[in-house]
């Protein structure tokens, strides 16, 4: 069994900064990619922001400059800074995680997600 448990989302000024913590837990044996992504009210879940297990970043357009992934291995933690919090950041976020297991089972975890909302 995994878990993937976020935690650090809330209501924010337009402008301030949040940093969201996604800590997996269980039988694992690799993590490897994660990832955050985010759904709006009436859109799909999109990807913000996604980091190999070597490091390497992927944003998206809309939060380049703004937000940064990072993780700690030693932990089974990934991050997400955010800065200059937008209205149109307002979403739910989701921690995502590609995993094998120590009975070598492969897939893709969630987290059961974490409220973020950008408003005056």
């Known amino acids: 069994q995994v878990q993937l448990v976020e935690s650090g989302g809330g209501l924010v000024q337009p402008g301030g900064s949040l940093r969201l913590s996604c800590g997996a837990s269980g039988s694992i044996f690799r993590l490897t990619d994660m990832g955050w992504y985010r759904q709006a009210p009436g859109k799909q879940r999109e990807l913000v922001a996604s980091?190999?297990?070597?490091?390497?970043?992927n944003y998206a357009e809309s939060v380049k400059g703004r937000f940064t992934i990072s993780r700690d291995n030693a932990k089974n933690t990934v991050y997400l800074q955010m800065n200059s919090l937008k209205p149109e950041d307002t979403a739910v976020y989701y921690c995502?995680?590609?995993?094998?297991?120590?009975?070598?089972?492969?897939?893709?975890?969630w987290g059961q997600g974490t409220q973020v909302t950008v408003s005056s």
């Open positions: 995502n995680a590609f995993i094998a297991t120590m009975t070598l089972q492969t897939g893709a975890y």
């Open positions: 980091i190999t297990g070597g490091g390497s970043t």
